[in-house]
C-alpha cells in the first residue's frame, strides 16, 4: 500500500527518509556525542530502543546523576546528551540544567514524552496534575526548564498527511544552538514520532562547516592598536583568562601561542582553574585577591602595570572576584584592556589574537617564577619534614603539591563542594590529557557531583589510553549523598582515587549542633562499602601515612579510597576558608574579626 508521502513525492524519496530515531543518532554522534547517560522508563522506551543501535545509552544511579555526569561530558568533550522519561525523570534533571546554564554547558536533555495521539482530556500517569484541576497539563516539564532561561521545545509530527514532519530538523537545530551558545537545552519527543519518517538532513562535513553566520563585529585592528599602544609602555603585562575560553580550543592555544612569543606571563580566575597548565613556566596560577595562596599573588600585585583581560564573566560574580571583598587587584585596575567577546564562539577574540601574535614587538623579560606557592606555604611545606604531622584539610593541598610535583602523571582533581572545594584552590594542577586538570562546578556549587564528574572523566581517560588519574576529594556528607555512582566504576572498569576527608558532620556553613548537620556515624564502616565495590581502601592520620597510601593507590586499579580522619575544628582549616569564615564574621558585626580582617588588607590598601 502507498504512503501519502510515496505518491506526493515518489517511491525513492519515500525510501530515503529515516527515522527520528536515526536522524538522532546521527546528529547527537555528528557534535561528537558517543554515548548518552540516563535513566529508563516507558516513554523513553523507543528513544533508548532507536539510540541503542548507534550510541553507548549508558545508565545512571538516578536522573540527577545522569545530568551530572552530561554537564562534566560538556566539560571535557565539548557537548553532553542526557535521556529521561516523560516528567517523573526529566524534572529530577532541573538542578543539572541549573548548572548547566550557570557553568556555560551545552547539555542537551532529551526526555521522552506521550504519543500525540495520547494528548487528550485524560491526565496520563507521570503528569504533575491535581485531581481538581479543570484542564489537562502537560507542558510542567516544558515550563520548567523555561523558567531556567532554557531552550525548550516539544518535538512534532506531520501536519499534512502527504508531507513528512520535520522532526529531525528541529533536533538539529536544537542542538547546533546548544552548541554554539554554550547553553543547555530541552526536548520531549512524543514516543509515536521515534520510529516515524522525518526529513532527510544533509550534514555538514564537520562542526566547523556549519554556517553559524560571520562575525559581523568589526574594529579588531583599532582595538589591536590600543593593545600594542599600551604593551609598549608596560614592563610587566600579564594575561588574566577567564572561563569562557573552557570549551575554546583554538582561542587557547592562540592564547598561549601569543604568551610564549612575547614572554607574557597568564594568570587564570578561580573559575578558569583547570584550563591551563600552571606548571607552564609563564603561569602565575589561579587568582582571586586575598584568596591567592600562590607565589604569582605578590607578582601580580606589585610588578604587573598592564592586563589584559580575557574572556572573563560578562557580569561581576562574587566567588570569582574575592568575595566581593574589594581585594581583587586586577578587578579594579586601571590600565586594563577587557575582551569579553560577544561573537558567536568568541570568533571576535579569535580576530584579535590572530592579529596580536604577529605583532612586531621585542619579547618581554619575565622571569618564570621559582616555586608558584607562596613564601608562606613553602616554608610550611619545609615543616613537612615531621611526616607525622596529622593530615587534614589545612596542609593536603600542598602535600599533593609535593605528590604532584615527583609525579609527571597529571592528576585530575575532582574535588566536592564543601571544605574539599575551597581546600583545592591551592592545588597546582599539571596539564591533563584530557584538557582539564580541575573539574567542579566553582560558580553553581551544587552538592553532588563529584563522582558523576568523576565518572565522565575515567570514562574518558580509559577511551583516551591515557594515564591520567581521576583524584576526587570529597567530605563524608558528600560521599554518602551520592556513593550509589560507585557501581558504575565497577561496571565501567575506570580506574579512580578518592581521598575521603570524615569529620562526621556537615562543616562548611554549620551553625549549630543539629542534628541535620550529622550527616555520618562513627560506627559506619567505609572500608566494607568500597570492598564490596571491589575496591581498595587505606586509612590515615599523618602525612606519612597519607603519602604511602596515595602512591600505593596509583599503582592499583579500580576504586581506590584514602580516608583521612579529619577533624572539624578552625586550626584544621584550609587558608581559603579561614579568610572566608572571618570576612563573613567581619560583615556581621563581630568587632574582634573586623579588627582582624582590617589589618589583612591593610596591605592591598597601601598598595591600591
Request: contains cysteine; aromatic residues 10%.
Amino acid at each position: 500500500m502507498s504512503t501519502s508521502y510515496e505518491l506526493n513525492f515518489g517511491n525513492k524519496y519515500n525510501e530515503s527518509l529515516p527515522t527520528l530515531g536515526e536522524v538522532m543518532g546521527d546528529v547527537i554522534q555528528f557534535f561528537g556525542g558517543e554515548k548518552v547517560y540516563g535513566v529508563g522508563g516507558d516513554f523513553a522506551a523507543n528513544l533508548i530502543a532507536a539510540l541503542d543501535t548507534k550510541l553507548n545509552v549508558l545508565p545512571s544511579s538516578n536522573e540527577m546523576h545522569a545530568g551530572f555526569s552530561a554537564c562534566a561530558q560538556a566539560e571535557v568533550s565539548g557537548m553532553g546528551f542526557c535521556l529521561t522519561t516523560y516528567m517523573v525523570g526529566s524534572l529530577p534533571c532541573v538542578t543539572a540544567a541549573g548548572l548547566a546554564v550557570t557553568e556555560s554547558l551545552p547539555v542537551v536533555f532529551i526526555s521522552g514524552a506521550p504519543a500525540e495521539s495520547e494528548i487528550s482530556n485524560q491526565a496520563i500517569h507521570h503528569t504533575i496534575h491535581p485531581n481538581a484541576s479543570w484542564k489537562t497539563q502537560y507542558d510542567n516539564a516544558l515550563n520548567a526548564y523555561t523558567a531556567l532561561g532554557i531552550k525548550v521545545e516539544r518535538l512534532q509530527g506531520d501536519r499534512a498527511s502527504s508531507q513528512p514532519n520535520i522532526a529531525g530538523n528541529r533536533f538539529y537545530h536544537l542542538v547546533a544552538h546548544a552548541y554554539k551558545t554554550k547553553q543547555p537545552v530541552f526536548i520531549e519527543v512524543p514516543r509515536d514520532l521515534v520510529f516515524a519518517k522525518t526529513q532527510l538532513l544533509k550534514l555538514p562535513a564537520t562542526i566547523n562547516d556549519i554556517r553559524w553566520g560571520e562575525n559581523v563585529l568589526c574594529g579588531s585592528q583599532l582595538i589591536v592598536e590600543s593593545i600594542v599602544s599600551k604593551l609598549r609602555n608596560a614592563k610587566a603585562p600579564m594575561l588574566y583568562l577567564g572561563d569562557k575560553l573552557k570549551h575554546n580550543q583554538v582561542l587557547k592555544k592562540l592564547i598561549i601561542d601569543f604568551a610564549e612569543k612575547f614572554s607574557i606571563p597568564f594568570a587564570t580566575s578561580w573559575f578558569a582553574k583547570g584550563i591551563f597548565d600552571e606548571y607552564h613556566p609563564l603561569s602565575l596560577g589561579a587568582y582571586n585577591g586575598i584568596f591567592t595562596q600562590t607565589q604569582g599573588r605578590e607578582y601580580i600585585e606589585t610588578k604587573v602595570d598592564y592586563v589584559l583581560d580575557v574572556a572573563t564573566s560578562i557580569f561581576a560574580q562574587d566567588t570569582n572576584t574575592a568575595f566581593a571583598t574589594g581585594t581583587h587587584k586586577i578587578e579594579n585596575f586601571t590600565n586594563k584592556t577587557l575582551l569579553k567577546g560577544g561573537s558567536v564562539l568568541e570568533r571576535d577574540i579569535i580576530e584579535v589574537f590572530e592579529l596580536l601574535i604577529d605583532l612586531d614587538i621585542s619579547p618581554f623579560s619575565f622571569q618564570p617564577l621559582n616555586n608558584t606557592q607562596s613564601s608562606v606555604n613553602a616554608a610550611k611545606i619545609n615543616t613537612y619534614k615531621n611526616v607525622h604531622e596529622a593530615i587534614d584539610f589545612n596542609n593536603l593541598a600542598q602535600v599533593l603539591n609535593e605528590l604532584q610535583q615527583e609525579d609527571q602523571t597529571p592528576y585530575v582533581y575532582l574535588p566536592e563542594v564543601g571544605n574539599s572545594y575551597f581546600c583545592s584552590y591551592g592545588l597546582r594542577v599539571r596539564k591533563s590529557n584530557i584538557g582539564r586538570g580541575w573539574l567542579t562546578n566553582p560558580w553553581y556549587g551544587a552538592m553532588g557531583t563529584a563522582l558523576p564528574y568523576a565518572r565522565t572523566v575515567t570514562q574518558q581517560i580509559k577511551e583516551q589510553g591515557n594515564k591520567d588519574r581521576a583524584v576526587v576529594i570529597i567530605g563524608d556528607g558528600g560521599f554518602h549523598f551520592q556513593s550509589n555512582e560507585l557501581i558504575h566504576f565497577l561496571k565501567d572498569q575506570t580506574d579512580v582515587t578518592i581521598i575521603y576527608m570524615r569529620n562526621n558532620v556537615f562543616h562548611l556553613g554549620k551553625s549549630g549542633d543539629g542534628l541535620i548537620y550529622h550527616c555520618n556515624h562513627s560506627d559506619f564502616d567505609v572500608h566494607n562499602l568500597v570492598k564490596a565495590y571491589q575496591g581498595m581502601s587505606y586509612v590515615c592520620q599523618s602525612i606519612l601515612d597519607f603519602k604511602k597510601s596515595f602512591k600505593e593507590a596509583l599503582n592499583h586499579k579500580g576504586i581506590q579510597l584514602i580516608e583521612i580522619l579529619a577533624k572539624p575544628t578552625e586550626d584544621r582549616q584550609c587558608n581559603e576558608l579561614k579568610l572566608l569564615n572571618l570576612y563573613i564574621k567581619a560583615n556581621n558585626g563581630n568587632s574582634e574579626a573586623k579588627r582582624e580582617w582590617a589589618l589583612l588588607t591593610t596591605y592591598h590598601k597601601d598598595n591600591e
